[in-house]
Each structure stands twice: as structure tokens, then as C-alpha cells.
T-cell receptor, first 115, second 114 residues
């Protein structure tokens, strides 16, 4: 089944403890992206990747890192999480980042709480 | 970067057309407009996209004004299952090239009522 998977789905952690949220897609998509969703603010893009080894900042990259060493995986790294990073996180992928259609397929979301 | 503005909420009667507006007055000439919707806290779902001309697919129609400063998503016969948050998105372009950077509006919560 074609899908985007995220792990973990739920995570409660403490301030400063490094964590990684994994994202994997099995559709051979070139483009991948991370978003956060907060009440009243909607969805905001954190980072995106047009292809392997190519990453760029989205709207809210501060406090996050990403890497794209393989086409299928795009992990989101929080080196020193803070409470303001408590949010619902979505990973998404698209066949390509350069074509007009750019239909993204989203993962199920990861709900992160930083205390 | 372009900014999108949407009303926070709208109601629509079942079976009637739902017209969801979006303002993107700072959009540049090569920047596409996309619409997605999100039901509950699931991942958003693609609906439609456009650049200058009006577009229609099996889900919806997209009307973009001639000056491209605003657009309207039309669900022609809304059903209860169309109740969702609808996002208007501008895709940033540099020169003539599309980037992967997307600017989301805050979304409109559409409530379809029986």
C-alpha cells in the first residue's frame, strides 16, 4: 500500500532531550516536507527536500534539523526541544517538487508534547 | 513571500454550493495557488491547483481573479462529508521556477448543515 509513515505517533518528552521523528514513504517520491500544526495558526512548513541531499527552509525552521540521505526517508530532528515545539507534526511527500500539480500525500501525524 | 488570508469559518446548506474565498494579494506572476482540506486531525488532502485560468476537477472548481489577487474554491453540491478545514496555499516561485516552499493560509472551517 502506498503510504507515508511517521514514528512515533505520540511522544511526550522533556525540555532539552534530543529526539528524532522519522518519516518514510514507499512511493519513490522526490519531494518531502515537514509541517507543524498549531491551534489558530493552521499548518506551517518547517523544512522541505526537493531530492536526496537537497533540503531547504520552510516558514518556521528554527529549532529543527532535517536530513535526506536516502530518497525514502526524511527524519525531523529536535536537538534541544522546548515547550513551544509542542505541536502536531505532519510529514508529506510528492512525486516531484518541480511540477505544477504537486499533489502531496500526508502521513498520519505525530503529536509531540514537550514539558 | 506571498501571504494568504481566509475567513476562519463558513456555513453551507447540504446540497448547495460552497464558495470559499482566499486573498493572496502579494502573489507573484509564477506562483501557483493550491487548495487542500483536512478532516479532523488527519493529514490534509489535495483538492485542486491553478495559476491563471479557472480549473475544474471531480472534486471542485477553482476561480482565480484576473489580477490573481484572490481566488475562490467552489464545491458545487456540498455534502455533510465536506465538513472540514480548507487551506488555501501559495507555492513560492523564484524567477520562473517553482520551489518547494508553501505558504499556508490559516484555513476556513466549513460546516455543512443538513
Amino acid at each position: 500500500e502506498a503510504q507515508v509513515t511517521q514514528n512515533p505517533r505520540y511522544l511526550i518528552t522533556v525540555t532539552g532531550k534530543k529526539l528524532t521523528v522519522t518519516c518514510s514513504q514507499n512511493m519513490n517520491h522526490e519531494y518531502m516536507s515537514w509541517y507543524r500544526q498549531d491551534p489558530g495558526l493552521g499548518l506551517r512548513q518547517i523544512y522541505y527536500s526537493m531530492n536526496v541531499e537537497v533540503t531547504d527552509k520552510g516558514d518556521v525552521p528554527e529549532g529543527y534539523k532535517v536530513s535526506r540521505k536516502e530518497k525514502r526517508n526524511f527524519p525531523l530532528i529536535l536537538e534541544s526541544p522546548s515547550p513551544n515545539q509542542t505541536s502536531l507534526y505532519f510529514c508529506a511527500s510528492s512525486v516531484t517538487g518541480s511540477e505544477p500539480r504537486h499533489e502531496q500525500y500526508f502521513g498520519p501525524g505525530t503529536r509531540l508534547t514537550v514539558t | 513571500d506571498a501571504k494568504t488570508t481566509q475567513p476562519p469559518s463558513m456555513d453551507c446548506a447540504e446540497g448547495r454550493a460552497a464558495n470559499l474565498p482566499c486573498n493572496h494579494s502579494t502573489i507573484s506572476g509564477n506562483e501557483y495557488v493550491y487548495w487542500y482540506r483536512q478532516i479532523h486531525s488527519q493529514g490534509p488532502q489535495y483538492i485542486i491547483h491553478g495559476l491563471k485560468n479557472n480549473e475544474t476537477n471531480e472534486m471542485a472548481s477553482l476561480i482565480i481573479t484576473e489580477d490573481r489577487k484572490s481566488s475562490t474554491l467552489i464545491l458545487p453540491h456540498a455534502t455533510l462529508r465536506d465538513t472540514a478545514v480548507y487551506y488555501c496555499i501559495v507555492r513560492v516561485a523564484t524567477g520562473s521556477s517553482n520551489t518547494g516552499k508553501l505558504i499556508f493560509g490559516q484555513g476556513t472551517t466549513l460546516q455543512v448543515k443538513p
